[in-house]
Nanobody, 125 residues
Framework: QVQLAESGGGSVRTGGSLRLSCAVSGGIDSQMCLTWFRQTPGKEREGVAA????????YYAESVKDRFTISPDRAKNTVYLQMNNLKPEDTAMYFC??????????????????WGQGTQVTVSS
């Protein structure tokens, strides 16, 4: 049984940085896909970044490319999302989720079975 737990959210000013963590427990294959999503009230969940649980393939939304970095640490069963140069529009609840592969439309939230409870990121101007 796979369980996900996010941490690392908080409040920062524009231009600040945060590092989110997604701790994974239970059985997971290195070829499975872990994706960070974000959501604000009343809006659809937006795919932010994705990676194979083993390193090698990375995917980013255009809105965060060159600012965010997703990195799996297989030894620690953790996937990080380093968030630099944060902007107010990055404010959201951030979730991590997994599915069996990263092929196709990786950011489609309905394709993911396992979800964490989320961690709040707030960026003030």
């Amino acid at each position: 049984q796979v369980q996900l737990a996010e941490s690392g959210g908080g409040s920062v000013r524009t231009g600040g940085s945060l590092r989110l963590s997604c701790a994974v427990s239970g059985g997971i294959d290195s070829q499975m896909c872990l994706t960070w999503f974000r959501q604000t009230p009343g809006k659809e969940r937006e795919g932010v970044a994705a990676t194979l649980f083993g390193a090698g393939r990375l995917y980013y939304a255009e809105s965060v490319k060159d600012r965010f970095t997703i990195s799996p640490d297989r030894a620690k069963n953790t996937v990080y999302l380093q968030m630099n140069n944060l902007k107010p529009e990055d404010t959201a609840m951030y979730f991590c989720a997994i599915r069996d592969h990263c092929k196709g439309i990786w950011a489609r939230s309905t394709d993911y079975t396992y979800w964490g409870q989320g961690t709040q990121v707030t960026v003030s101007s």
